[in-house]
């Protein structure tokens, strides 16, 4: 061991860091202390450090940490951003590391600042000068919003390893395979007009109502088309969940606006997705006179799907004693998938307390990390 503070100390000291990521750029704080914080202590332990810096508002950047030499290896992956705490909601400081009842609260200790302190503790317990293969620790920016870091990463070069374990929290059961997740806005332009004389108008409500119905039969569609067992909702879910329009009952709409998240199973065609959504709303709105206009809220999140008798998925099971499971949220772990990698996501912390207010991480979980990150490294790069 080296003069690293202890795993808890580490996540104390990254929890103070502000990190928020916000699609308003005023509320972006950028991730850059963390991942200099973060660049520190990797040096300290003998790593060479690639840092990447991003554009923005807000001074962020990526981090790739190289430890040892040689081709392939693996890399550890996670995000150093949250999102902001809850104004109001949470009932204590979200920056100040605080245990209680076996559990570390604070923004971010869940998703996923844990993750590095047990990832930098597990490259120091495994005195990586050591190792046949490479570990690499990379660190992204944004990934709570519309995950620039890791596009960004991919864009400059990933690094060239054989694995890839990214640390979003599973409870610290390996997840080898999850949905793809598209969010997309659909806005209607009509005419407005006095509602006691409709005809010189268009609506755009009613309208909607026709786009909304070709969306669920579309729904129906592809969930007859498609299914995979292997998730607890076997089949692709759409959920129309914002849907704004009109300001009078007198009048006439001009302007009406749909958002939907459609989680996709692996297999499925992102792109080719949007393009069928977009013929579908042109032929629901065929002959109103109506405009329409599509945007990605997101560029999305392909799926991932990392077969079961995977070498990683093997080695993940046997050494976490879990079987691998799959998951129904989107995480950074497809972009490593598609660079050539075996992937999965296995982390310390549960999902359900992401993006909460008084987020915490069970304590015994940090160290539970560490060790399972070090026999993974032992296993794969030794
Ligand atoms: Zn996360």
């Known amino acids: 061991m080296t003069g690293l503070p202890s795993p808890r100390a580490m996540l104390a000291e990254l929890v103070a860091l502000p990190s928020a990521s916000s699609f308003e750029p005023e509320l972006d704080e950028?991730?850059?202390?963390v991942i200099d914080r973060l660049a520190g202590w990797a040096v300290e332990l003998g790593a060479t450090v690639r840092l990447d810096e991003l554009p923005g508002p807000a001074p962020r950047a990526n981090l790739v940490a190289t430890f040892g030499g040689g081709d392939g290896g693996l890399v550890l992956a996670g995000h150093t951003d949250t999102v902001a705490a809850e104004a109001g909601a949470w009932s204590r400081d979200p920056l100040r590391l605080a245990e209680e009842d076996d559990r570390l609260y604070g923004l971010g200790t869940c998703d996923m600042k844990g993750f590095f302190a047990a990832a930098l503790c597990a490259a120091a317990r495994v005195a990586p000068s050591g190792l046949r293969a490479p570990l690499h620790l990379v660190a992204t920016a944004d990934e709570e919003c519309a995950m620039e870091g890791i596009r960004a990463l991919v864009a400059g070069g990933l690094p060239p390893a054989r694995w890839a374990v990214v640390g979003e929290p599973t409870g610290l059961v390996p997840v080898r395979a999850h949905k793809g997740v598209l969010m997309e806005r659909i806005v209607l332009h009509g005419r407005a007009a006095h509602s006691s004389d409709p005809a010189g108008g268009v609506?755009?409500?009613?309208g909607m109502a026709r786009?909304?119905?070709?969306?669920?039969?579309?729904?129906?569609?592809?969930?007859?088309?498609?299914?995979d067992e292997a998730f607890a909702v076997p089949v692709p879910t759409l959920n129309p969940g914002v849907l704004r329009g009109g300001d009078r009952p007198n009048r006439v709409c001009a302007r009406c606006e749909l958002q939907f998240d459609l989680r996709s199973l692996p297999g499925m065609d992102q792109e080719a997705l949007r393009v069928e959504?977009?013929?579908?709303?042109?032929?629901?709105?065929?002959?109103?006179?109506?405009?329409?206009?599509?945007r990605s809220l997101y560029p999305g999140t392909a799926a991932l799907a990392t077969p079961p008798e995977a070498a990683l998925v093997r080695a993940a099971?046997?050494?976490?004693?879990?079987?691998?499971?799959?998951?129904?949220?989107g995480t950074e772990a497809?972009?490593?998938a598609a660079a050539g990698m075996e992937t999965i996501v296995l982390g310390p912390g549960d999902i359900a307390q992401a993006h909460r207010a008084d987020e915490f991480?069970?304590?015994?979980?940090?160290?539970?990390a560490a060790m399972?990150?070090?026999?993974?490294i032992e296993r794969l790069c030794r």
């Open 361 to 368: 991480l069970a304590a015994d979980a940090l160290d539970a």
């Open 372 to 376: 399972l990150y070090a026999d993974l």
């Open 317 to 329: 099971e046997e050494l976490s004693g879990r079987p691998a499971t799959t998951a129904p949220y």
């Open 203 to 206: 609506s755009a409500v009613e």
């Open 30 to 33: 950028g991730n850059r202390a």
């Open 277 to 294: 959504l977009c013929a579908r709303v042109a032929r629901a709105v065929a002959g109103t006179g109506l405009r329409f206009e599509l």
């Open 211 to 227: 786009v909304l119905d070709a969306l669920l039969g579309w729904r129906d569609e592809l969930q007859r088309d498609h299914r």
């Open 334 to 336: 497809p972009w490593f």
